[in-house]
């Protein structure tokens, strides 16, 4: 397996220098060496590739991050791009062998690491503009209606008209944005809320069925503990159920 | 995997992933973890099982226990398996049967001791370590302020065991080798360097760099 890596490895490399062929001037040849410019950096160390278990700590929390300078998270931030980049290298050379990854939580971690760390330079983007500006300076969303009177996120868009010259893009958004709420409409609102409250109450029922299995079976359960397990279900309403109101009249009535 | 939508863009993206509901001895990173639950018996009831919040669950890998019901019942074993969902727990060499796996024609089969599960709140109690016999648990808090399991009968704290800390990576964490190129030291992890300072992230970055826009 080592042996098929490296050789992967070395083909790769091989591949490289040859592309980098420096022109041939007359009467002489360049003989080119495996010149590997920093390209060595996109696959695992020598030492590393025939293992199966490459021990690695753990991803960076927002905690440790919040305590470093901007340059050094800036640093960071490329440590773990290089990283990651090696490591679906790798994930790609393993599948090309058959082999199974040493380690594929690796990429997790480091996906995780970069997205505590773009938050964090999030964070203080955020404050700053907030500070200076009144705004968080990201890119705002506005609830709007559409045609149907459905509550959709419009996100402002970068034009280069302003929007009093803009005639165009604003018919359009007229059609998008624009409810004239009249009777099809409504019907149409009266319908689509009690889809999604039928959606909602069904998904409660089946948790409500659950708690009422487990205090039918165990009658002195703890409510906090239910409601921890099961977050839909309301412990006064399934108390006065009808599918578990005879065991429990003396333990819960209170 | 339960449903993924096909790829296209007339499709909604959208993918189903299959829960576990009845929860087995198998380990979450073999095969037959998703074999036991397959995607056509997802919507068969899941089993009762007593909800235990997360904060107060007081039984962890190596920990003394007595066992009081079944076969073995008065013997005390340390836990070697745990699953928190069915809350079970395996004694190391004890509540054993012996089952045959792999029987095909002639061939009679392997036949194994495997431990059988105990419910935690029924047939299991921690083991008092002054005196060597099961007690009723609960966690407090010491003068510390340190959260402990503390036995109701003689108020002795029981400490939480060191198999507890056990991982793939380490068993514990005291003993555990940094990797030389990928690891950092915890002492420059906590070490802080922010300053506070009224810029954006990049303003900041540009100022050390000494880039000029």
Request: with cysteine; net charge positive; aromatic share 10%.
């Amino acid at each position: 397996m080592a042996q098929l890596l490296s050789s992967i490895v070395s083909t790769a490399a091989n591949h490289v220098s040859s592309c980098t062929r420096l022109p041939v001037i007359m009467g002489r040849s360049l003989a080119t060496s495996t010149v590997r410019p920093g390209l060595e950096e996109f696959f695992e160390k020598e030492d590393n590739l025939g293992k199966t278990r490459i021990r690695v700590g753990r991803s960076w929390r927002l905690e440790e991050l919040r305590l470093k300078s901007n340059t050094d998270l800036h640093k960071l931030w490329y440590v773990l791009l290089k990283e990651r980049n090696m490591l679906l290298t790798m994930e790609h050379a393993y599948k090309e062998a058959y082999v199974a990854m040493p380690n594929d939580e690796r990429i997790d971690k480091v996906a995780e690491s970069m997205e505590n760390l773009e938050e964090v330079v999030k964070e203080r983007n955020r404050a700053y503009y907030q500070l200076e500006c009144g705004v968080t300076g990201e890119r705002d969303r506005f609830m709007r209606r559409d045609a149907l009177g459905r509550f959709v996120f419009y996100k402002p868009v970068e034009h280069s008209m302003p929007s009093q010259m803009n005639t165009g893009y604003r018919k359009t958004l007229r059609f998008r944005y624009g409810c004239s709420m009249n009777e099809p409409v409504k019907d149409f609102l009266g319908k689509f809320s009690e889809n999604i409250n039928f959606k909602q109450h069904y998904k409660e029922l089946l948790q409500m069925r659950e708690a009422a299995r487990v205090v039918r079976r165990f009658p002195e359960v703890d409510m906090d503990a239910l409601v921890q397990k099961y977050p839909l279900v309301n412990p006064e309403r399934l108390m006065r159920w009808k599918k578990i109101r005879g065991q429990n009249t003396t333990v819960h009535d209170a | 995997l339960k449903y993924k939508s096909p790829p296209g863009i007339e499709y909604r993206p959208l993918f189903k992933p299959i829960e576990i509901k009845k929860h087995s001895m198998e380990r979450p990173w073999t095969v037959a973890y998703w074999v036991s639950n397959p995607a056509s018996r997802q919507n068969w009831d899941p089993p009762v099982v007593l909800p235990i919040k997360a904060e107060d669950w007081m039984w962890f890998r190596g920990d003394r226990v007595e066992i009081l019901t079944g076969q073995d019942k008065g013997k005390q074993g340390y836990i070697n398996m745990i699953v928190q969902e069915r809350n079970w727990v395996t004694v190391e060499g004890l509540n054993c049967e012996y089952e045959t796996f792999g029987k095909s024609g002639d061939f009679p089969g392997m036949m194994m001791k495997v431990e059988k599960p105990l419910l935690v709140y029924k047939d299991i109690k921690l083991v008092d370590p002054t005196d060597e016999k099961g007690t009723e648990v609960e966690w407090r808090f010491t003068e510390a302020g340190e959260r402990t399991r503390i036995s109701v009968r003689t108020g002795t704290s029981i400490p939480i065991p060191m198999k507890a800390q056990e991982t793939i990576d380490y068993k514990q964490k005291a003993s555990y080798v940094m990797n030389k190129d990928k690891d950092t030291k915890p002492s420059v992890v906590e070490e802080v360097t922010y300053e506070p300072k009224l810029a954006t992230f990049e303003m900041d970055v540009m100022d050390e760099m000494g880039i000029k826009e």
